[in-house]
């Protein structure tokens, strides 16, 4: 890096070598690069994802239905390895033009309906089953008021926030300073609010919660960007009562393991397709035992 300082030129120009880690599947056009299908399982919802925040947000909600007893919600979960570009396909960008994970494609109708975008996947589904979303119109505004604060806000937290103070080429002290005053000023307002509420919408749990947990309370279980010191997480204790709440239920548990390709073999399920993959097809089930010593 070049200690003098920047000037953005009359119009900017894509210099395909920047962007650091993310350098080779970041560009300034959308679209596909290649052609390949998707695959279709034996279920009525077909999900294309990846155990990011934003993909757990789906199969945690998934998971939640199926316990309810909702079977049909049964789903067959697809990884999508982003770092290899297999969202530039065209049959992905066929199911999300953006080009971002997550995306469903609900086949329980006479016609496939794409649905993309997180936040829209958890209405999709929480309207489909009647569950998880407030039926009561004051309580339901509630809810997707917070659904829509967390997809509002996490961009400063990932984009922001994890990107200069993680994965930047460089530290930017403006740039952390910037991101981190705004992501405290977002876990002080979570910390309030959860000081006077069990969940964010009210006394029940909701979509709402889905989609902040991933972000916010993996955030504050220093779980990501290795920031939990640097960010005095532990300090918002009414967001922590929320968090772990949260983490100890078993539909958490399995969701947080969907398409997962990173971390404890136990928590890595790549593709799910029946209930019973939990238990018979965790990486620590399907990986080769070390070879006997000779």
Avoid at 168 to 186: L, N, S
Avoid at 235 to 257: F, M
Wanted: a negative charge; aromatic letters at 12%.
């Amino acid at each position: 890096m070049s200690d003098t300082p920047y000037v953005p030129p009359k119009v900017w120009t894509w210099q395909q070598g920047s962007g650091g880690q993310f350098a080779s599947i970041n560009r300034p056009i959308s679209g596909p690069t290649h052609e390949a299908d998707l695959p279709v399982g034996r279920h009525p919802l077909q999900l294309y994802s990846l155990a990011t925040p934003n993909g757990v947000k789906v199969t945690i909600l998934l998971e939640e239905l199926l316990a309810l007893g909702h079977t049909g919600a049964e789903y067959d979960a697809w990884p999508v390895q982003i770092m290899k570009g297999e969202q530039f396909g065209s049959g992905f960008v066929g199911a999300n033009p953006n080009s971002k994970i997550p995306a469903l494609v609900d086949r329980s109708g006479v016609a496939p309906v794409r649905v993309f975008e997180s936040g829209a996947i958890l209405v999709h589904l929480a309207e489909k089953f009647r569950a998880f979303l407030p039926t009561d119109p004051a309580a339901r505004a509630e809810c997707l008021s917070w659904l829509f604060w967390q997809m509002g806000s996490a961009p400063f937290l990932g984009g922001g926030f994890g990107h200069f103070y993680a994965y930047a080429p460089t530290k930017i002290e403006y740039a952390i300073d910037r991101y981190a005053m705004e992501v405290k000023r977002q876990l002080d307002v979570l910390d309030k609010r959860l000081a006077s509420s069990a969940y964010l919408a009210g006394p029940e749990y909701t979509i709402a919660d889905m989609a902040t947990w991933p972000w916010y309370g993996q955030l504050a279980g220093g779980k990501v960007y290795g920031a939990g010191e640097f960010l005095g997480v532990a300090d918002y204790v009414h967001l922590q009562r929320w968090t772990a709440e949260i983490a100890a239920r078993p539909a958490v548990t399995r969701g947080r393991k969907v398409n997962c390709l990173f971390g404890p073999l136990e928590d890595q399920l790549h593709e799910r397709h029946d209930a019973s993959d939990f238990e018979l097809r965790t990486q620590d089930k399907l990986a080769p035992a070390p070879a006997a010593a000779s």
